[in-house]
């Protein structure tokens, strides 16, 4: 699929002031820090429409992506960034769980994982929480240019044995990418048209 237009809507954190528009949308989670704005520009060819930066906690918004003029990607939050308040913690995990349970555009969540890191019991409970709540969702393991190539299917293996005996029958749809040498963006892309196919 080729990216034509990718435009910002809007920032916002509740829920039901996302986009109206019936059109499907796309979101981006995991923990802070793991790529998922990197990610959306990555994606888009643009540098700068999400904002990224080496420092956890810098997307603190729903935000919303309208691409091709007719889907969205939406940019989340991270979560399990210690420094922030437990106040402000709480306000983030509700509208966030807000979004991933009321929002009936949501057509498929990814869920991103440092492929670096061992399973984290953060993101499997995550995963856990998309389970019971029946939202479709993709893994996408970031920041692949940071381990070998020959490495990067035993990572993948191992997340899979985490899943497993975390009572997954099967290891979900994923994805390999590194946002700084465009890798999986041809896959992810292909992913998503043919979803919005659908
Ligand atoms: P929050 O908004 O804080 O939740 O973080 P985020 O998940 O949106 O992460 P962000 O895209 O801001 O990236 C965090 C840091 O990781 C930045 O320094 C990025 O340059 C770096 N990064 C993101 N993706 C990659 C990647 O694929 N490879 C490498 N080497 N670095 C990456
Ligand atoms: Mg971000």
């Not at 420092?55 to 969205?72: A, D, E, M, V, Y």
């Not at 399990?80 to 949501?106: H, M, N």
């Not at 070998?148 to 899979?160: L, N, Q």
Request: glycine share 4%.
């Amino acid at each position: 699929m080729k990216i034509n237009t990718a435009e910002f809507i809007i920032s916002n954190s509740d829920a039901s002031k996302c986009p109206k528009e019936p059109l499907p949308e796309y979101a981006f989670i995991g923990r802070s820090n793991v790529g998922k704005s990197s990610l959306i520009n990555m994606l888009t060819n643009h540098k700068n429409l999400a904002k990224t930066s080496g420092r956890p906690g810098k997307t603190q918004l729903i935000n919303h992506f309208k691409i091709n003029s007719n889907w969205f990607l939406v940019d989340l939050p991270g979560y399990g960034y210690a420094r922030v308040s437990k106040k402000t913690k709480d306000v983030f995990q509700q509208f966030i769980t807000d979004y991933f349970e009321k929002r009936e555009q949501l057509v498929c969540a990814f869920v991103l994982i440092d492929i670096r890191l061992e399973a984290q019991k953060i993101d499997l409970d995550f995963i856990n929480y998309l389970g019971e709540i029946e939202v479709p969702f993709c893994l996408i393991f970031t920041k692949a240019d940071k381990i070998s190539r020959g490495k990067i299917d035993a990572h993948v293996a191992a997340y899979r044995k985490a899943l497993l005996a975390n009572n997954w029958e099967e290891m979900p749809q994923h994805f390999v990418t590194s946002s700084l040498e465009s890798t999986g963006r041809d896959e992810l892309l292909a992913f998503i048209d043919d979803v919005n196919a659908q």
